[in-house]
């Protein structure tokens, strides 16, 4: 389907993760100045939502375990989940943040929702 408005990128707080849902995929998006990065919001540990977490050094922390899932690569940096989450292409359109969730942008599967 390609790039779908997810949120009004004023709606969203410096390095507070948010949940949206683009085209019934569960998304954790993250403003971080004028970047927004989007992962899968289902920690791969335990399919916990992402958006519960902190963002702490350019990841955001799983709040059950305290995996760190880096916000570029998805991957965790920390035990216990040992696998990425699949992150997903972001970009704004006259202040509208659109999320792309039908290609992982890191090669993790995509989504089952
Ligand atoms: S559910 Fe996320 S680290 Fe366990």
């Known amino acids: 389907m390609g790039f779908v408005a997810a949120a009004a990128l004023d709606a ?13 995929v ?11 990065f989007a992962l899968h919001d289902v920690c791969s540990h335990q399919r ?6 902190l963002v702490i050094d350019g990841g955001v922390e799983c709040s059950l375990h ?3 899932f880096d916000l570029t690569t998805g991957a ?12 997903f292409a972001t970009r704004v359109t006259d202040g509208t943040v659109e999320v792309d969730v039908t290609v992982a942008t890191n090669g993790a599967p995509t989504p089952d929702h």
Request: glycine share 6%.
């Open 76 to 87: 965790p940096s920390s035990l216990p989940a040992t696998r990425p989450v699949p992150t």
């Open 66 to 68: 305290g995996s760190t």
């Open 26 to 36: 569960p998304v954790c998006l993250v403003r971080t100045g004028d970047d927004v």
């Open 12 to 24: 969203l707080t410096d390095a507070t993760p948010v949940q949206v849902e683009v085209d019934d």
């Open 48 to 53: 916990w939502s992402l958006a519960d977490g």
